[in-house]
């Protein structure tokens, strides 16, 4: 699965960026999509998950209440808002997809295909 993200780029505390996955020659529709992060020296961590449908949307507590996430079936792309970032929210951002419909977690191991990721820095 060829995913693909892109939105990273370096903005100052207390500001926004949305990022992108999208799957050229993909169908998305159907499978669960995850956004993990992973900062310089630090393990991959899960930031959020949407399920296809209706189904869950799960949040990791570090980023509850200023990241968002969405699909947008049309484009066949799904979204990661993220407002009021941190210093600490630097990273590179990874899109990954489950095999399953309905978001079960973030833990990494769900996840079979991932894109090449997208860096977030923010100063402070």
């Known amino acids: 699965v060829p995913l693909v993200e892109s939105g990273g780029g370096l903005v100052q505390a207390g500001g926004s960026l949305r990022l992108s996955c999208s799957a050229p020659?993909?169908?998305?529709?159907?499978?669960?999509i995850a956004w993990f992060r992973q900062a310089p020296g630090k393990e991959r961590e899960g930031v959020s998950c949407i399920s296809s449908g209706h189904g869950s949307i799960l949040y990791a507590d570090s980023v509850k209440g200023r990241f968002t996430v969405s699909r947008d079936y049309a484009k066949n792309t799904v979204y990661l808002q993220m407002n009021s970032l941190k210093p600490e929210d630097t990273a590179v951002y990874y899109c990954?997809?489950?095999?399953?419909?309905?978001?079960?977690?973030?833990?990494?191991?769900?996840?079979?295909?991932w894109g090449q990721g997208t860096q977030v820095t923010v100063s402070s």
């Open positions: 020659g993909f169908n998305l529709d159907y499978y669960a």
């Open positions: 990954a997809t489950d095999t399953l419909s309905n978001c079960r977690g973030v833990t990494r191991s769900l996840y079979d295909h």
